[in-house]
């Protein structure tokens, strides 16, 4: 079967050109006897399609009767037929004549206009997880469109928590040059709105609607179920994860967001846009003077939550965990967190800042923190050192009070002079420091010397004991055995 413009070309190349059907099938590609049989035909005549029993035509009638009484489904209407009909035939034939019968209904939408600064579009989109240290964080992206002029500006960060739902409000401001909008469109998210049901008015989230006066604007929220009512800032997420983070390789989240900026700047607000037909920043020019000027004052965007140190000077916050000055060790403290920086407060003091970290399970400590703890430790082992000085004499007070006097440094004297006590004696170290103070040579080199020269001295000679000649006289002299020289003789006599 051939279609309309085939049947046309057969006879302008048989009527034009003057060609027989063997010249029309080579030209057209087709078969010389289809040609032919189209030429005889005076007008085109399409296909009537023959039309085929069915299983369901005999329940059709009552099909239309059920879906006129009642909004059944095809699934529906498939077992009741199969339950009270007794009809053997597959649901598929049964869903194309409900869809015949009962066309499905395509929601028609108003078109939303918005007047030059009246209104701007917020949401939240999601992307894959990025690397961050040694875990990995999904990825979140902040929209905000302005909805006059299509103005997008996009932030990404690692969670969608309240302070970053601010902060993020904040910088688009500032990035339309802190400028505001009458009115802010949000979804029903919990950030944003706590409650809401059908007929009744939203119940905000106390923080955003705080936020919204300080910065002077109001919040409007979308109908449940109608997130088409902000489609300029849904098709800007669409439009930032196709055009920005498609094949993108995002290897270092730091760099992400001033990637963004520049694609903002160079691509996203000066394409022509599909539906104003002109650029997003020639539009905002327009624009920027309808917004209303922004708070002078930036907005206090913190979660405040109270921690309580532990024994280890440390809070704990998000696997992480951050030291304060030791002396708060097991103190309730106030926490500040921010999207960057970590702020902890003791009543209205603030005791500690870090840089937030956004890896997992690491431990932050500042140097100045354990001083306190380290001072304690310090002093104590110079109270026990001194109380081992104090026992080795009793001049010793009186020496120590003179070797600080003199020394710079008495802590490291008293700390030298207990070791020599340790290695020659108390009682050596008391009599050393004993002539040192006689001497008022007050360091602990003089009584070093004092020690080692004592211990190189001789032992102290006793008395000599002398004999006398009278003595001698009186000795007792044993007589000398003279049997050995006899036997000798005797023997020197009998040799030939």
């Known amino acids: 079967m051939i279609d309309y413009q085939t ?14 059907a063997a010249q ?24 009537q399609a023959t039309a085929r029993a069915s299983k369901l035509d005999a329940h059709k009638p009552t099909i239309r009767r059920w879906l006129e009484a ?51 579009q917020v949401d939240w989109g999601s992307w894959d997880a990025v690397t961050v240290g040694e875990t990995r964080r999904r990825l979140s992206l902040f929209v905000m469109v302005l909805c006059y002029s299509r103005m997008l500006y996009v932030e990404f960060t690692l969670s969608q928590s309240m302070e970053q739902f601010l902060a993020c409000h904040q910088n688009a401001f500032a990035f339309f040059g802190n400028r505001v909008p009458e009115k802010v469109m949000v979804d029903n998210l919990k950030s944003a709105v706590l409650r809401r049901s059908s007929g009744e008015a939203p119940v905000f989230n106390p ?34 994860k196709k055009n920005f983070l498609n094949g993108l390789d995002i290897s270092d989240f730091s ?34 003077s309808a917004l209303r000027a922004g708070p002078d004052q930036p907005y206090d965007v913190a979660n405040v939550v109270a921690v309580r140190a532990s024994p280890s000077f440390r809070i704990r916050w ?5 030291s304060v000055p030791a002396e708060y060790a097991g103190r309730l403290l106030a926490l500040k967190v921010y999207p960057d920086r970590l702020c902890i407060y003791d009543g209205q003091a603030l005791i500690a800042r870090h840089p937030r970290c956004w890896d997992r399970h690491q431990d932050f400590e500042l140097p100045d923190h354990p001083k306190a703890l380290l001072e304690q430790r310090r002093n104590a082992r110079e109270q026990k050192l001194l109380g081992r000085f104090l ?19 008495g802590a490291h004297h008293v700390q030298k002079i207990v070791a020599l006590s340790e290695i020659y004696g108390v009682e050596a ?68």
């Open 429 to 496: 170290t008391a009599r050393a420091m004993a002539d040192a103070f006689d001497y008022q040579a007050f360091s602990c080199e003089y009584i070093a010397n004092v020690l080692e020269s004592r211990t190189r001295l001789l032992p102290e000679p006793t008395a000599l004991q002398l004999t006398r000649r009278a003595d001698l006289l009186e000795l007792d002299m044993p007589a000398p055995d003279l049997s050995l020289y006899q036997a000798q003789a005797q023997t020197a006599e009998e040799r030939p």
């Open 255 to 288: 760099a992400l967001n001033p990637a963004a900026r520049v694609w903002m700047d160079s691509i996203a607000n000066v394409r022509v846009h599909g539906e104003t037909h002109r650029r997003p920043v020639d539009r905002f020019a327009e624009e920027r």
């Open 207 to 240: 923080r955003y609607l705080d936020f919204a006066r300080h910065c002077g604007f109001r919040i409007v929220a979308c109908n449940p179920g109608k997130g088409n009512e902000k489609g300029r800032v849904e098709s800007g997420v669409g439009y930032v």
């Open 391 to 409: 026992s080795l004499s009793p001049r010793a007070e009186a020496y120590y009070t003179a070797l600080v006097e003199r020394r710079l440094n």
């Open 318 to 322: 998000d696997t992480n965990r951050y």
């Open 7 to 20: 049947y046309c070309a057969i006879h302008d190349h048989h009527n034009q050109r003057g060609l027989n």
């Open 24 to 47: 029309i099938a080579e030209a057209l590609h087709l078969d010389p006897r289809t040609v032919a049989m189209w030429l005889a035909e005076p007008r085109f005549r399409p296909r």
């Open 70 to 120: 009642h909004r059944y489904s095809a699934q529906q209407v498939f077992q009741r037929l199969r339950d009270e009909q007794g009809y053997g035939g597959g649901i598929s034939i049964v869903k194309d004549y409900v869809r015949q019968v009962r066309p499905p209904r395509t929601p028609a939408f108003l078109t939303l206009s918005f007047g030059p600064g009246e209104c701007a």
